[in-house]
């Protein structure tokens, strides 16, 4: 039965804050959960329409991967719009700015967040600094030939690591997930809901599970209510792998390494909240915040 606009009673409060209870209308959740669920298996399911014996890095599967994936993510937005219909729920700003694709606030929103990735990976991006035999300049020059970014545009592997990956994961396990999901759960409950579909959608790979980090990192930096912010985290994530501690135990700097691990987490923590402050990003409010008003959902 559709969710009317009377559902939601006047004393259901906004929570900006971890200390008070959060209400859902009745029904809302088990819809929200079921709407990430269906647009979870859809995204997965793509990658698997397939049929061929060629190992996943062949060109061939990727390009094919590349068009269902495509597909899917280019209709996702389609499930918040039915949601919201379906719900009777109405929003402020339109559903493109729900999902966290505006111009409002972009420049922080790519550059914070990527900044606040990199205070975590401090200690790898240490490692990698004492081990790589390039100069920060040698690296500069790499970093500005169009022949380097040739190439790695013509590497079917680097464009699904680092942008076809990152863009499609992002809008469907965060952008499109989070407005059903805050409305039933909560602003903080369901930002940390959110990797849980997405470890789900990746169970076929168990290594896969270890990017409940950036799962987690795109969920909290999305509250900002952009969608590049998670989206360059994310494809960052993919460049850096998952930390080699076992490595820096060895290393011969090692106490350097791992005096570099420990700063990087403490500093991360310290810099966390105010740099996801909404307030940088052009919002007065987090993204998708449910207001004591019938029309609910709102961004400003």
Known sequence: MMLEEEDFSPNLQMKQSHDED?????????????????????????????????????????????????????LSPLFVW???????????????ALMGIRFEGLIPAVVLPLLLTMVLFLGPLMQLAIDCPWSFTDGI???????????????????RNQVVAPLTEELVFRACMLPMLVPCAGPS????????????????????????????????????????GPVLCHSFCNYMGFPAISTALEHPQ???????????????????????????YGLPTPVCTLTPSPSSLCLS
């Open 22 to 74: 959060f209400t859902a209308p009745d029904g809302l959740c088990w819809l929200s959960v079921l709407s990430c669920l269906l647009l979870a298996c859809s995204y997965v399911g793509s990658l698997y329409v397939w049929k061929s014996d060629l190992p996943r890095d062949h060109p061939t599967v990727i390009k094919r991967r590349f068009t269902s994936v495509l597909i899917v993510s280019g």
């Open 82 to 96: 039915a949601w919201r219909e379906f719900t009777g729920i109405r929003t402020n700003p339109s559903l493109l």
């Open 141 to 159: 020059r790499v970093a500005i030939d169009p022949c380097f970014w040739m190439l790695c545009l013509s590497d079917m592997r680097w464009l």
């Open 189 to 228: 409950t369901a930002i940390f809901t959110c990797p849980l579909f997405f470890g789900v959608a990746h169970f076929h790979h168990i290594i896969e599970l270890l990017r409940f980090r950036q799962g987690t990192l795109s969920g909290i930096l999305l509250s900002a209510g952009h969608l590049m």
């Open 254 to 280: 090692r106490l350097t390494v791992l005096s570099s691990y420990l700063l990087g987490v403490l500093l991360f923590f310290i810099f966390l909240f105010p740099f996801t402050d909404p307030s940088f």
